[in-house]
């Protein structure tokens, strides 16, 4: 997601034609909201279990971050765009963040596990994730 992808989204939203006939206090908005938004998803994630890596690599994370960045981005501008606060809530996911499957290239994925390429059973099968063992011994589960 970048402040571009981010304007373009709140342009629309707001039935604009483009990003740039929106006000300038959406521009300065963006930045902060992107940021925002990973730091949510960061925090909840890692905070379930999950490894910076595993993150990073998770599939729906630009899915996220758009949403939870619209929301953050939304919710700081919309009054002054003199719109209702109440459609800024359909973008908040931010609870989902505590339940919600996480997979990397479309496997279920462990918390804890190093997102890497080994091998990990996975309901029988096997996924590209490797486990971690102290001094630098990788073994696949």
């Known amino acids: 997601?970048?402040?571009?992808?981010?304007?373009?989204?709140i342009a629309s939203i707001l039935q604009r034609p483009d990003r740039g006939s929106l006000e300038p206090f959406w521009a300065v908005r963006a930045a902060p909201a992107i940021?925002?938004?990973?730091?949510e998803i960061n925090?909840?994630?890692?905070?379930?279990?999950?490894?910076?890596?595993?993150?990073?690599a998770w599939d729906r994370r630009e899915e996220y971050l758009r949403a939870i960045s619209l929301y953050f981005a939304l919710l700081d501008g919309i009054a002054l765009a003199g719109r209702s606060s109440d459609e800024v809530?359909?973008?908040d996911r931010r609870k989902e963040l505590l339940t919600v499957a996480v997979t990397v290239?479309?496997?279920?994925?462990?918390p804890g596990l190093a997102a890497s390429g080994g091998g990990s059973a996975v309901g029988g099968r096997t996924s590209d994730v490797t486990h971690s063992l102290p001094y630098g011994l990788d073994t696949p589960f």
Do not use: I, N
């Open 1 to 9: 997601m970048t402040e571009s992808d981010l304007l373009d989204q």
């Open 35 to 39: 940021a925002a938004a990973a730091a």
């Open 43 to 56: 925090g909840a994630l890692l905070a379930r279990g999950y490894t910076a890596p595993q993150v990073d």
């Open 89 to 91: 809530k359909l973008y």
């Open 105 to 110: 290239g479309g496997q279920l994925v462990t």
